[in-house]
């Protein structure tokens, strides 16, 4: 799943390593959520959307799959 | 500053798992060779142990991230708990031969030949709690690593099965009941190192 995460954390200026402190997840996590490699549970999604002030789809871009 | 210094962490603790390996083999092979004595059992032993490490040194050196994505504190966790966990099952595998013929109580016996498991069980009381808190996708890593393992070997055993009933194989029970469990470790190593790359 796409999404903006990585421009979301720069703005900020954190580092993965510190969102991943953040979130209490891994930088390794945090990186596959960047690429798109993983996605969120549910509740680590709100976790997210609430960490940046948006909603989950201003995050996330759902594809339909083909 | 030494060699070994200047090296990252997973390669000096790969060269460490290489040289207890080699250790182990050398040990085994010398036994083997009838330069010490040592019973058949010792010496499986001896082999499997060196074989385990010198895979896992190969895992460390070429694989560095292939145990996904705990983090170090959770990691210094689980090795503080599984290293003496699986140190005392390798002490015990050492002599529970001799201690078995040695016990002739029923009870006793009992015990003395669960003994192994009962250790092998506190090894995996280290797994489950470093699986329980890992986060989100260290834990899919795993579970799908499991079901991956748990895949194959039943699959092996069932062909094996087939295989024994058309006598084309003759693998004694002991042995084939012995060696589910280091099947599915070995397994879920190697299935790991590949679906962790996957999340990379």
Known sequence: MKNRLRELREARGWSQGELAERLEVSRQTVNALETGKYDPSLPLAFKLARMFGQTIEDIFVFEQPR | ?200
């Open chain 2, 1 to 200: 500053m030494s060699v070994l210094e200047t090296l990252p962490s997973c390669r000096r603790k790969s060269l460490f798992a290489l040289g207890l390996g080699l250790a182990c083999l050398a040990l085994a092979w010398a036994g083997l060779a009838n330069h010490w004595p040592i019973s058949d059992h010792s010496l499986g032993l001896l082999a499997g142990m060196g074989a385990g490490a010198v895979f896992s040194a190969a895992l460390l050196w070429f694989m560095p991230d292939s145990g996904g994505s705990a983090p170090k504190a959770l990691m210094r966790r689980y090795y503080r708990e599984f290293i003496p966990a699986m140190l005392a099952y390798v002490a015990v595998m050492l002599v529970w031969k001799r201690l078995l013929a040695w016990v002739q109580l029923p009870a006793l016996r009992l015990l003395v030949a669960l003994l192994p498991a009962l250790l092998v069980f506190w090894v995996m009381r280290a797994f489950v709690r470093f699986v329980r808190d890992s986060d989100e996708m260290q834990r899919r890593i795993e579970l799908e690593a499991g079901a991956a393992s748990a895949l194959l070997v039943s699959g092996g055993y069932m062909a094996a099965g087939f295989l024994q009933t058309a006598e084309l194989i003759d693998v004694p029970s002991k042995v084939a009941m012995l060696w589910v469990f280091p099947a599915l470790c070995l397994t879920y190593g190697i299935a790991k190192v590949f679906i962790a790359r996957r999340y990379r």
